[in-house]
């Protein structure tokens, strides 16, 4: 493979925008924070209120797995992979419990 060639496929393929990529790792951030400060909030409500609180568990922790899952695919870690199935599992069961108390 000679010089130009590399110089052409590097051309032909999508370049990445540095300064979207760094706003979106951003903004991604920043809607963690807010959904864990929401989250806290409404566990705090339904535990004043006796109110039961699987159906936010079930949501945080899907949250969680999808975003390890994303992690997994891209980094290949061990514990991204673990965390990504035990989240998914648990968002899974609490949504199932949340389902059998509500029906």
Same mark, same amino acid.
């Given at each position: 493979?000679?010089?130009d +060639? !590399?110089?052409?496929?590097? %051309?032909?393929?999508?370049?990445?925008? +540095?300064?979207? +990529?760094?706003? +979106?790792?951003?903004?991604?951030k920043?809607?963690?924070?807010?959904?864990?400060i929401?989250?806290?909030?409404? $566990?705090?409500?339904?535990?004043? %209120?006796?109110?039961?609180?699987?159906?936010?568990?079930?949501?945080?922790? @899907?949250?969680?797995? $999808?975003?390890? !899952?994303?992690?997994?695919?891209?980094? %290949?870690?061990?514990?991204?992979l673990?965390?990504?199935?035990? @989240?998914?599992?648990?968002? $899974?069961?609490?949504?199932?419990?949340? !389902?059998?108390?509500?029906?």
């Amino acid at each position: 493979m000679d010089r130009d +060639e !590399i110089l052409n496929r590097n %051309k032909a393929g999508k370049p990445k925008d +540095e300064g979207k +990529e760094f706003i +979106e790792n951003k903004s991604s951030k920043s809607g963690a924070w807010g959904l864990s400060i929401f989250f806290v909030l409404l $566990v705090l409500y339904n535990f004043f %209120k006796g109110l039961q609180i699987y159906d936010l568990l079930a949501i945080f922790w @899907g949250y969680l797995g $999808v975003n390890y !899952i994303s992690q997994y695919r891209i980094l %290949k870690t061990k514990s991204a992979l673990l965390t990504a199935v035990c @989240g998914m599992i648990a968002a $899974v069961g609490f949504l199932l419990v949340y !389902i059998f108390q509500t029906w």
